[in-house]
C-alpha cells in the first residue's frame, strides 16, 4: 500500500494567537495536527500589532502575518484592507505552490485566500466559524441597518465560500443555518473536535478542591458570552447552598462585570482570574463542581467540550449548537437564554443533588465529550485535503 506525499497546506485565518478565541484554538490545533502528520503548514493572518508584512517560524507552522490596522470597535481584532491583503496573499501563494488551501471564514484574509485559491486554480476547503450576527455588538449603528450587514454577509459568504470543494461548520444545526441563510447546497458537519483524554482525570490524580461550590466559566468576556447573566444567577442561589463563581478569560466586558460584581456585593463569591496557561486552565476545569455557558452566539464552544471532557455537570444557554451537549438531567441542563432565574434554579438543582449524583452526570459529559474526539476530526479534514469530497467522522477511529 502506498503511503500517500506529505502536502504543503496553507490555512487562512483572520484570526490565530495570541489571539483568544475558539476559531483562533482550533486553527491552532489544526496546524498541530497536520504538522505532526508530516504535512508542511503556513499560516496566513492578520499581524496582531501594527508594523509590516512579516513571518514567524514557529513550531507548528511557518505564520505569515498581513499588516493590519485596530478596528475602531473592538480592543483586540484587527482588520487587513482588501487593496493591501489581497495582491498579498495572491504573492504568498505563488510563492508556496500550496496542495491545498483552508480558509476559516468569508472575511479579509479568508476573501483574499479564496479569490487567490481560484486565480491559482488550487483546491480550496471552506469552514466557517463565524455568524454574521456576532458582529452586531461592534456596529455602531440602529437595528435596521444591523439587520442589512447581516443580510450582505450571509450573501457575501454563500458567494465566497461555495467556491469551494468542500464547505464545513462545527456542528449540525450551523450547516442548516448556513444552507438557510447562506444558500449553500452542501455544508459538512464536522466538529473542531477536542482533545478528551488532556483534560480527562488522570488514574489515582490528586484533583484540585474548591473550599466552596464552584460554578467555572471559561471564555471571552465579550457581550454575547453574557456572563452578567452568570453573576445574576449566583446572586439569586440559595445562601445556604454557598454556590461561588470562577470566571476565567479577558475582553472589553471586564470593567462593567466588576462593576456588576460590586453593585451585587459578591466580591467574595466571584473570582475573576483573567487568562491563564493551558496547565491553569485543565486545573480549573477539575476543580470546578460545574460549568457554565450562557452565551448565546456559539457555534460549538469549545470550553463546554472541554469542560465535559474533564468531566463536569455542564448548564448551558439553550442557543444555537449548545442544545446538543447537554442530555437534560443526564449530564446537565439548559436555561433559557438570558434568564438569570432560570439559571439560578438549574444551578440550585445540580448542587442539590448528592457528590455522587453529580458525579455521575459528569461521567456522562465525558462520554457525551468522546464523540468529537480531536482525532477524528483531524483525519477527516486530511481526507479532504488529499481530494475526498465528503467523509464523516464515524469512519475513522482516533488517530
Known amino acids: 500500500m502506498n503511503t500517500p506525499r506529505p502536502l504543503r497546506v496553507l490555512i487562512a485565518a483572520d484570526t490565530y494567537p495570541p489571539d483568544v478565541n475558539g476559531a483562533a484554538v482550533f486553527c491552532y490545533r489544526l496546524a498541530q495536527h497536520m504538522s505532526d502528520r508530516g504535512h508542511e503548514v503556513h499560516i496566513a493572518a492578520a499581524r496582531p500589532s501594527p508594523g509590516p508584512d512579516s513571518v514567524e517560524y514557529r513550531q507548528e507552522a511557518t505564520v505569515h502575518r498581513f499588516r493590519s490596522f485596530r478596528a475602531p470597535t473592538h480592543e483586540s481584532y484587527r482588520l487587513c484592507l482588501p487593496w493591501q491583503v489581497e495582491p498579498a496573499m495572491n504573492r504568498l501563494v505563488q510563492q508556496l505552490q500550496p496542495d491545498v488551501i483552508h480558509v476559516q471564514c468569508h472575511y479579509m484574509v479568508g476573501k483574499a485566500a479564496i479569490l487567490a485559491a481560484e486565480r491559482q486554480r488550487v483546491r480550496l476547503i471552506a469552514t466557517n466559524h463565524f455568524m454574521p450576527e456576532n458582529l452586531d455588538p461592534f456596529l455602531p449603528f440602529p437595528q435596521w441597518f444591523k439587520d442589512i450587514v447581516s443580510r450582505n454577509s450571509w450573501a457575501d459568504m454563500g458567494q465566497l465560500m461555495s467556491r469551494a470543494s468542500v464547505v464545513t461548520t462545527p456542528t449540525p444545526l450551523a450547516a442548516q443555518t448556513m444552507k438557510a441563510k447562506g444558500g449553500f447546497e452542501h455544508v459538512l458537519p464536522l466538529s473542531n473536535g477536542i482533545d478528551v483524554d488532556f483534560y480527562s482525570p488522570k488514574p489515582d490524580e490528586e484533583l484540585p478542591r474548591h473550599e466552596r461550590p464552584t460554578v467555572l466559566f471559561v471564555g471571552r468576556l465579550a457581550v454575547e458570552?453574557?456572563?452578567?447573566?452568570?453573576?445574576?444567577?449566583?446572586?439569586?442561589?440559595?445562601?445556604?447552598?454557598?454556590?461561588?463563581?470562577?470566571?476565567?478569560?479577558?475582553?472589553?466586558?471586564?470593567?462593567?462585570?466588576?462593576?456588576?460584581?460590586?453593585?451585587?456585593?459578591?466580591?467574595?463569591?466571584?473570582?475573576?482570574?483573567?487568562?491563564?496557561?493551558?496547565?491553569?486552565?485543565?486545573?480549573?476545569?477539575?476543580?470546578?463542581?460545574?460549568?457554565?455557558?450562557?452565551?448565546?452566539?456559539?457555534?460549538?464552544?469549545?470550553?463546554?467540550?472541554?469542560?465535559?471532557?474533564?468531566?463536569?455537570?455542564?448548564?448551558?444557554?439553550?442557543?444555537?449548537a449548545l442544545p446538543h451537549l447537554v442530555t437534560e438531567g443526564q449530564n446537565g441542563y439548559l436555561f433559557e437564554p438570558n434568564n438569570s432565574a432560570d439559571l439560578a434554579e438549574k444551578l440550585s438543582t445540580i448542587f442539590r443533588r448528592t457528590p455522587q449524583q453529580r458525579q455521575a452526570m459528569g461521567e456522562a459529559s465525558r462520554k457525551k465529550a468522546g464523540e468529537h474526539a480531536i482525532g477524528r476530526t483531524m483525519s477527516a479534514y486530511e481526507e479532504l485535503y488529499y481530494g475526498a469530497d465528503w467523509v464523516t467522522t464515524e469512519q475513522f477511529k482516533d488517530w
Do not use: W
Request: charge should be negative.
Open 225 to 320: 458570552k453574557n456572563v452578567g447573566v452568570l453573576i445574576d444567577a449566583l446572586a439569586r442561589t440559595d445562601p445556604q447552598l454557598g454556590l461561588c463563581a470562577e470566571i476565567i478569560g479577558d475582553g472589553e466586558q471586564r470593567d462593567v462585570l466588576r462593576e456588576q460584581i460590586l453593585q451585587q456585593g459578591l466580591e467574595d463569591r466571584v473570582t475573576m482570574r483573567g487568562h491563564v496557561d493551558e496547565a491553569g486552565l485543565r486545573s480549573a476545569y477539575l476543580a470546578a463542581d460545574v460549568f457554565c455557558q450562557p452565551g448565546t452566539a456559539e457555534l460549538q464552544s469549545l470550553v463546554s467540550l472541554e469542560a465535559m471532557s474533564a468531566a463536569k455537570p455542564m448548564v448551558l444557554a439553550d442557543a444555537l
